[in-house]
């Protein structure tokens, strides 16, 4: 009799990433197609300028980091430093994180996912991560025992994502401040020297944790 199968999260409605067309000039990395299985991946989403990817690929030869960023100029800047640093082990990738990862990541593959002040508009809650059916797509890709970390300057921001991190997801969250001399990102820099409060949520998926995306 074939086993019942039981979601780990409550959220109903599913994402559908067959309705995503691959994004242009699309070419999966080496990296990410998991024939290493020794690699230990990792993914930055919505990287900005690169720079808490070029300095994490520094600091971490050991691990692989794919960094995406949809916003032209920024991309083009980070594509440049990287390029200049010439890491073997960042691959800097320019498109739609969503398209992107749906066509390139397969399941249980990735071993921590960043997410560094996403800053939607802030009255469309719709664009936040954890408020997203991708989400659930996402956390398919990561392995378990892999974790997603989210930092915001926002508030209300924070204590939704905690909110569905929990209620929703059904995560082991924690939640922290980041150190107001923390400068990992561009963004983070411009807030702690604003004397701006920052957060950090980190998720972690549970061993037999099941998605409706586990391939
Ligand atoms: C506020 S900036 C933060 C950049 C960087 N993480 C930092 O902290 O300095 C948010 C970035 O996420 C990018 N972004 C938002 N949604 C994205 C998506 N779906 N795919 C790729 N990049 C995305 C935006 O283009 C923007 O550069």
């Known amino acids: 009799m074939a086993q019942e199968f039981i979601l780990s999260h409550q959220q109903q409605r599913a994402f559908q990433p067959q309705k995503l067309s691959a994004p242009r000039d699309f070419v999966i990395p080496e990296v990410a197609k998991g024939n290493d299985k020794t690699a ?110 989210l930092a915001t300057n926002i508030k209300s921001y924070m204590d939704n994502a905690e909110q569905q991190s929990i209620g929703v997801w059904q995560l082991p969250t924690v939640r922290h401040e980041v150190p107001a001399n923390s400068q990992r990102t561009h963004f983070e820099v411009k807030y702690v020297a604003r004397r701006e409060t920052c957060w950090q949520l980190n998720m972690r998926k549970p061993v037999g944790y099941q998605t409706r995306f586990d391939g």
Do not use: C
Request: no cysteine; charged share 15%.
């Open 40 to 149: 230990t991946l990792v993914l930055e989403i919505g990287a900005g300028k690169g720079k808490h990817a070029l300095s994490f690929a520094a600091a971490h030869s050991d691990q692989q980091l794919i960094a995406i960023e949809r916003t032209r100029n920024k991309f083009e800047a980070f594509a440049k430093q990287a390029t200049q640093q010439a890491l073997s082990n960042l691959t800097p990738i320019h498109a739609d994180a969503i398209a992107w990862i749906v066509h390139a990541i397969v399941p249980n593959s990735i071993a921590r996912i960043f997410i560094l002040y996403p800053n939607p508009e802030q009255h469309n809650p719709n664009q936040q991560w954890l408020n997203m059916p991708f989400f659930e797509f996402l956390l398919s890709r990561l392995q378990e025992g892999g974790e997603v970390i």
